[in-house]
């Protein structure tokens, strides 16, 4: 023993042993410190990532409100006294409007100025004054003080985005408008309220006015045409690939290139779209229609590999009783391979329809980019989808859309949470082991 | 095994008598394993002796296995997995937390039921462990213990043109023994064996098992094993572990032949196991 | 609405037969003990037989319409029709239709529009009828054939099951039909492209300014449509977001599956899983919005030009988006790596990363590198990002706080906005989305090859 000893040095008795192996350790404790970091680096991007969204977009949900007094003089709003709202609601409101704020600052004059108050109420205001109107025509000749939107800068200045002590050439407001909205605040007459209209309405060329509703419906009716095609093909396919396919060259190619599919670039997919089912077909541009068949191609590879997962998962004892019952092989499968695999099957689904509800790309290539105001009604209407109003928002210069984009984001992440929270309830829910 | 024989008589190792009682190597002390909840080990005393093979055998799920992986403190890469109770190496207890496993592992050297060589070649098998522990500097130093790893291994002729060669394309035999010429390339002193032949045929199993009988001439060897034949064949103590307890440990062949338990002597029949 | 109709009239002549096929055999007096099949079966067989001809009716319907109509409109317009090029000829087409239906038009109609807007809704509601009738007709037939066959000896599970399996077959081909729909389309407008620009001067040039060569007499004008130096930008990026992606998502799956406690794993992966779930729009917005100023931000401070557009930002925030499809693919294959392994190394004393370093990396290496691809495959089709974070300009640099541009992002530029379907710009896209679909498919089959051959290894 003492002999080996000599020739090769034993880890224990070595002299030096005591510091290679405190190196050693040293390299230990930094690689796992690297592994931390690593990990901690990810969650820290994560973090700020959701910190700046909700940091910039928390306040899109509430806006600044200005109280007016718009008085109704029949004179001018029913001139011929009809009491018909189809006459009232011609009127002009915008005048009204202007001339409530007007009356409110009668010191202000000169053309710039008196350009520079109307700014303070958005350019929406009229037809809230014309709405609160029509739904109590008995205000005809009354004086009324009415609430209204502030102007997207008023908004952003009042939640103090835009700071006060900036000076004026750098700032979007100017220090006669801050000293009119001051004025009006002393009086209570500005007031934060909850921003309904960021839900209720389409979208706006004015940040105060435009909403999520004709996205948040665009993609309402574009998922469901995804759903409807992905789902049965999806299943129907992974039924057939998993239970009926020989195992031949064909069912081969038809594996290999799922599983490419499910890697084609999302983009390629709206290039598919654009050639294929507008130009070809002549389907309709910017329709939730070809927007949903487009993601339910680019869905299907992922319903196809869940569903042919959870097949799998069925034991083959469940098939052989069937089969040994005497029933058909078709019969096996929709009596009862199908129904245990359709839990896992739905869960792959809603994952697929989570990925559908978050892309972008493709539907750029079949022009569901473009700016929309009206809610869509139909599968056919020009329509936009939550991703791509984000998109949009985004590249909007105005500085009030900064927030909406951040809200639309937070929207669109909600939705997202709640699908995919879904899909981990039905998988424990029924998930099962053999 | 000319080389075996030299450095018997030029380097006088204490030659492994079964008659003559070995120095105590190892002696493990009221050693309870559990897992999670399930306690797997119950109060096992055990002395294993120094250049000598004890076997221990038992029916599956007996807790030799988990007693073997004490030895080396493998039990502490399972998650959830407690030892208690004491066992020392040559005085040194080994369950401490202050003792370093790494520092363990190199005296304490293992082979495993299924032959695990890395996916390199098999010269880099064999220096991975000398190289991490800093036992060698030079190529030239490398290479011989190489050499002579792979030779005590009786390895050497079969793989000296193919040193470069990934380890695992050998057969698994060849794979058995690079695994035991890798853990001998440190100079352990104790040598765990967890069943090393029951992934093998026949012939390669006999010559593991010869070369276990030749290692005993300079390494402590713990070897777990299914086979009864195996365990009379290689080994000078045997103990049979049932249920998670040490049922009787002795002689081999007093074991085999005398077995003072009524449980060794129904496994032993082939009554249960 | 008339198609509303149709398919309301077809299906429920389609659930009709059903109940037909039923009784049917159920009327033949034998018991349902003494039929070959179920009774739903013979029903189901019937309405098979009533539906299938029928839809295929009044899809057949949906195809061939629109080109009759077009051929019947334009046979009485006469030689001005057919002086017209291409788009100007949609262009009237269209003005009829709306004529026809009583839309916005482009244009004053005159005599021989208002002609052949007559034209066209008479022959639309004739062709309408006829199809109606004629789809009607074949679901009755359909049924009154499958009725007739209908018996109790007759096999008509099997019958029916054949059918199902047809459209299980079908349902599995769509797949296939969408690669070689990809295919097909992205080769045809690019060739298109090509023959208007060389494909050498494409792949091979280095200036690429399609925006200018949008006027007529610039189509094809030579170093207008080069496109290395959208490939470059393209490359660039991806490097820079591998370089953040590989080591942080590497890192992570190690720590994840070597060194992570059970509790640590249940709470942090779902999390990193997250990052894998936000859409790319929210990591443009996010790019565009926090990191890039940032970057531009730094260097200033340490007297650095960053552009506002830079590849960094666009790479950076790619390469976050990038670290849990690189981290739960190295999971996955780290993992991979048999226990045995691990073992064996620890057996031998070596230490934790020790073993990581030395054994578990090299033995998933394979595994690793094909992650890696895939990674690299969806650094170079992801969109979203790039649009929103990288530049426009075709920038042929190494240098990543300069704005450079990807093949994803001309994609999106030159077909959003106004486009005219044939001209060199739109085409160039198909050319690039040919390009952008080769590249990633080969990386994705080699990746796929490599991952697939690693666990078959360990299997």
């Known amino acids: ?434 | 095994m000319a080389n075996l024989a030299e450095t018997q008589t030029t380097e006088g190792v204490p030659v492994a008598n079964d008659d003559i009682p070995q120095a105590i190597r190892i002696a493990a002390e009221r050693v309870s394993v559990f897992y999670g909840e399930k306690q797997a080990l119950f109060d096992v005393d055990l002395d294993i002796a120094s250049h000598s093979v004890t076997s221990l055998i038992g029916p599956s799920g007996c807790g030799k296995s988990t007693f073997l992986r004490c030895l080396n403190r493998m039990n502490d890469t399972i998650e959830g997995c407690r030892v208690a109770g004491n066992i020392k190496l040559d005085g040194v207890e080994i369950l401490s937390d202050a003792l370093d496993v790494v520092q363990l592992r190199a005296r304490v050297g293992m082979v495993f039921q299924k032959p695990n060589p890395f996916p390199k070649s098999i010269a880099d098998n064999i220096t991975y462990a000398p190289r991490i522990h800093g036992l060698a500097t030079t190529k030239a130093d490398f290479d011989a213990i190489v050499e002579r790893s792979l030779r005590r291994a009786g390895l050497w002729d079969e793989v000296k043109d193919r040193l470069d060669e990934p380890g695992t394309g050998l057969s698994g035999g060849q794979q058995q023994r690079l695994c035991i010429a890798r853990a001998i390339a440190v100079q352990p002193e104790v040598i765990l064996m967890d069943e090393p032949c029951s992934a093998l045929d026949p012939i390669a199993t006999a010559r593991i098992e010869e070369l276990i009988d030749e290692l005993r001439q300079e390494y402590t060897i713990v070897i777990v094993t299914h086979s009864m034949q195996q365990a009379a064949r290689v080994s000078q103590k045997t103990a049979f572990f049932h249920l998670g307890i040490l049922v009787e440990e002795g002689e081999t062949e007093q074991i085999f032949t005398a077995p003072r338990d009524e449980r060794t002597q129904d496994y032993i029949t082939g009554r249960f196991g | 609405m008339t198609f509303t109709l149709l398919t309301a009239v077809l299906l429920v002549l389609t659930m009709l037969s059903y109940r037909l096929g039923r009784q049917r055999v159920l009327a033949s007096g034998s018991s349902v003990k003494d039929m070959h099949s179920l009774p739903s079966y013979y029903g189901a067989y019937v309405a098979l037989w009533c539906g299938i001809p029928a839809f295929l009716m009044v899809f057949l319907w949906q195809v061939l319409e629109p080109q009759f109509l077009r051929s019947i409109t334009l046979s009485g317009l006469g030689d001005t029709a057919r002086a017209l090029s291409e788009t100007q000829l949609n262009l009237l087409l269209n003005d009829i239709r709306s004529l026809a239906s009583g839309g916005i038009l482009s244009r004053e109609p005159d005599a021989a529009m208002t002609e052949a807007a007559e034209r066209y809704s008479t022959w639309r509601n004739i062709s309408t009828a006829l199809w109606a009738v004629v789809a009607i007709a074949a679901a009755i037939g359909g049924l009154s054939y499958g009725r007739r066959l209908v018996n109790p000896t007759f096999r008509a599970r099997p019958a029916v099951e054949r059918v199902i399996k047809i459209v299980l077959i079908v349902a599995s081909t769509i797949a296939i039909l969408t690669t070689v729909g990809i295919v097909v389309s992205l080769l045809f407008e690019a060739l298109r492209f090509f023959g208007k620009v060389p494909i050498t001067e494409f792949l091979f040039g280095l200036q690429w300014s399609p925006q200018t060569a949008l006027r007529a007499d610039q189509v094809g004008s030579s170093g207008a449509f080069g496109a290395i130096p959208v490939f470059a930008g393209t490359f660039l990026i991806t490097i820079i977001a591998m370089t953040v992606a590989v080591p942080i998502g590497l890192m992570s799956a190690i720590y994840m599956s070597e060194y992570a406690s059970r509790r640590f794993r249940a709470i942090v992966k779902p999390i990193l899983e997250i990052l894998a779930g936000i859409p790319t729009v929210v990591y443009g917005f996010f790019a565009a919005l926090t990191i890039a100023p940032f970057f531009r931000g730094l260097g200033e401070s340490v007297g650095l030009g960053v552009a506002s557009e830079s590849a960094l930002a666009a790479g950076v925030v790619m390469g976050i988006m990038i670290i849990p499809f690189v981290s739960s693919l190295s999971d996955d294959v780290i993992n991979a790596v048999p226990q045995a392994m691990r073992d064996g190394s620890f057996a031998l004393g070596a230490t934790h990363s020790e073993t990581i370093r030395q054994v578990i990396i090299p033995a998933a290496l394979p595994g690793i590198v094909g992650s890696i691809l895939l990674a690299v495959s969806r650094a170079i089709g992801e969109t979203m990002i790039v649009v929103m974070a990288a530049g426009l300009a075709a920038n042929l640099t190494a240098n990543p706080l300069q704005a450079v541009t990807t093949v994803t992002v001309q994609i999106v530029t030159l077909l959003t906005g106004d486009q005219e379907f044939d001209s060199a710009k739109t085409l160039a896209a198909f050319a690039l989305g040919l390009v952008l679909f080769v590249v990633t498919l080969g990386l994705n089959v080699i990746a796929l090859r490599v991952v697939r051959k690693y666990r078959e290894k360990y299997d």
């Open chain 1, 1 to 434: 023993m003492t002999d080996i000893a000599t020739t090769v040095p034993r880890p224990l008795a070595d002299a030096d042993s005591a510091a290679r192996i405190e190196r050693r350790y040293r390299q230990e404790r930094r690689f796992r410190r690297i592994g931390l970091a690593a990990i901690c680096v990810a969650l820290g991007m994560l973090a700020i990532m959701l910190i700046t969204i909700v940091s910039n977009g928390y306040t899109a949900f509430i806006a600044t409100e200005v109280a007016i007094d718009v008085t109704f003089d029949p004179a001018e709003v029913d001139p011929d006294g009809t009491g018909d709202p189809a006459v009232i609601g011609r009127a002009n409101f915008q005048g009204l409007t202007r001339n409530a704020l007007r009356a409110y600052f009668p010191d202000v004059s000169g053309r710039t100025d008196r350009r520079d108050l109307n700014k303070l109420i958005s350019v929406g205001a009229p037809s809230t004054v014309r709405a609160a109107l029509l739904e109590n025509l008995d205000w005809m000749g009354t004086t009324q003080t009415i609430w209204v939107k502030a102007g997207a800068d008023f908004d952003s200045f009042n939640k103090g985005q835009i700071p006060r002590d900036v000076p004026e050439s750098d700032r979007r407001v100017n220090d006669n408008q801050v000293s009119w909205f001051d004025q009006l605040a002393a009086n209570g007459r500005v007031e934060k309220r909850f921003n309904g209209t960021f839900f209720s309405s389409a979208d706006s060329r004015e940040p105060e006015q435009a909403g999520i509703r004709g996205a948040v419906v665009g993609s309402f009716f574009t998922l469901i045409v995804t759903l409807l095609l992905a789902f049965p093909v999806g299943v129907m396919a992974a039924v057939y690939l998993e239970e009926f396919a020989p195992k031949n060259r064909w069912t081969d190619l038809i594996e290999v290139n799922i599983n490419n599919l499910a890697a084609v670039p999302s983009i390629v997919f709206g290039l598919l779209g654009l050639a294929v089912l507008l130009n070809l077909f002549g389907l309709p541009r910017s329709a939730p229609l070809v927007g949903g068949i487009v993601l339910a191609l680019m869905t299907l590879p992922t319903i196809i590999i869940a569903g042919r997962a959870s097949l799998k998962a069925v034991p083959p004892s469940i098939r052989e009783a069937a089969l040994g019952m005497g029933a058909s092989p078709l019969q096996t499968v929709t009596h009862h391979v199908l129904p245990l695999a359709l839990p896992g099957m739905l869960t792959g689904t809603i994952i697929g329809m989570a990925q559908a509800l978050g892309e972008t790309a493709p539907l750029l290539m079949i022009g569901m980019v473009a700016f929309i105001v009206d809610v869509p009604g139909s599968f056919t209407d020009p329509a936009t989808v939550l991703p791509v109003q984000i998109f949009l928002w985004a590249d909007a210069p105005e500085r009030g859309f900064v927030e909406k984009t951040s809200a639309a984001i937070m929207v669109l992440l909600a939705f997202l949470i709640t699908m995919n929270l879904l899909a981990v309830l039905l998988r424990k829910r029924f998930e099962r082991r053999w």
